[in-house]
């Protein structure tokens, strides 16, 4: 059980990326809910380098709602990326992270909230229908889930997205990881603590267009693959050896041939078969092994994981101690803007 004496503080976070169209339904649709919950809430939109009018249609907004609270990045930094800011700059006992293009409807956070509250430190909110969106998409999201299952001993929730509430304990945690393959929901799902999943109906979006064509969401599903399993390593090392064998065994058959059979020179199919698919396996394998050094290259540099070029709507206090556990909601809004700042150096 949660003890809290006090009433709990939310913080919404809501990654934008070119939403113009779907932000005035959003905003009026995140007003009601935040006077629906039972404590002091917050809302953080995360700007993703929208190229639309959807930052100064924000900057407006958080200007005339102390609740509402903005970053913005200096260029697209990805989804998963914008997340992970947005939570680092929360303040509420429960954040709650959703899209903004209401295809999360913001009611069902009320059932998360209640799940957080009979002591689950992690709720996500599973899919059980899934409208509007292609059979393709649908099967190949189902394709990758189960692929995934296979491939990795953390138990990563099956048809969840990033529509999650998560707890202090489980925020102060994600905060402590800085790994730049971030494939969230497979992070908190490594973290442990009491995790539930609520079920609700995802609706087509109606407004605005998805911000994830086929090829990022292949992108998405090789990192959530290589940061979470070293299965494709060991696979191309007992796949490499077993085709070196067969091949050592073909090449022992073909010296054997060379000296007791006669009429072996129709070998030219068979030769080019046989180099053409050991260098396709040999490349494949090198790219499965360049995938993972690649990841290991992007963790050395040791980058900060995104860059802020302006913050709206957050107090000072909150702003000198991004890294403290506490803060303060109250505290005056200075409006003065943190160029060139980043949230967390890492
Ligand atoms: N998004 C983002 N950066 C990106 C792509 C998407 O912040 O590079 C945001 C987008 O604005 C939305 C959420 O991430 O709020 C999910 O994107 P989308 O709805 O396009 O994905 P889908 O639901 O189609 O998988
Ligand atoms: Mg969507």
């Not at 809430?41 to 249609?57: L, P, Q």
């Not at 696979?235 to 490499?240: D, P, S, T, V």
């Not at 000296?259 to 494949?284: D, K, M, Q, R, Y």
């Not at 090198?286 to 900060?304: D, F, M």
């Amino acid at each position: 059980m949660t003890v809290n004496r006090s009433p709990p503080r939310y913080s919404l976070v809501l990654p934008i990326y070119n939403e113009e169209q779907v932000l005035p339904r959003l905003i009026e649709r995140i007003s009601s809910l935040i006077g629906r919950l039972d404590g002091e809430t917050e809302a953080i939109f995360v700007d993703d380098g929208s190229v639309d009018g959807s930052v100064e249609y924000l900057q407006q907004v958080v200007a005339a709602e102390p609740r509402f609270r903005l970053i913005e990045f200096s260029r697209n930094f990805g989804h998963q990326v914008a997340i992970t800011a947005g939570m680092d700059a929360a303040a509420g006992d429960a954040v709650i992270v959703m899209d903004a293009d209401l295809q999360d409807p913001p009611e069902v956070v009320l059932d998360l909230v209640a799940k957080w509250k009979e002591g689950f430190e992690i709720v996500y909110a599973r899919r059980v229908k899934r409208e509007g969106e292609s059979w393709f998409k649908v099967f190949t999201a189902s394709l990758f889930y189960r692929l995934l299952e296979q491939m990795t001993s953390v138990d990563i929730p099956r048809d969840v997205g990033d529509f999650r509430l998560v707890g202090r304990k489980a925020l102060e945690t994600f905060k402590r990881m800085p790994e730049h393959d971030r494939f969230v929901r497979g992070m908190f799902g490594w973290m442990g603590f009491k995790q539930t999943a609520v079920p609700f109906e995802r609706h087509a979006r109606t407004l605005g267009q998805t911000k994830y064509p086929f090829w990022k969401m292949m992108h998405l599903a090789v990192h959530g693959i290589v940061s979470f399993s070293e299965k494709p390593l060991r696979l191309a090392l007992w796949g490499g050896l077993a085709i070196s064998a067969l091949a050592g065994a073909f090449g022992a058959y073909a010296i054997f041939a060379w000296f007791f059979e006669t009429g072996i020179i129709a070998g030219w199919t068979s030769t080019v078969v046989i180099v053409s698919l050991l260098c396709g396996i040999n490349l494949f394998m090198t790219g499965v092994v360049g995938l993972y050094v690649g990841s290991i290259h992007a963790e050395v540099k040791r980058r900060p994981l995104y860059v802020i070029d302006r913050l709206t709507g957050f107090d000072e206090a909150m702003r000198a101690a991004s890294g403290e556990r506490r803060r303060s909601f109250h505290t005056p809004r200075s409006g003065v803007p943190a160029n060139g700042r980043t949230l967390r150096q890492l």
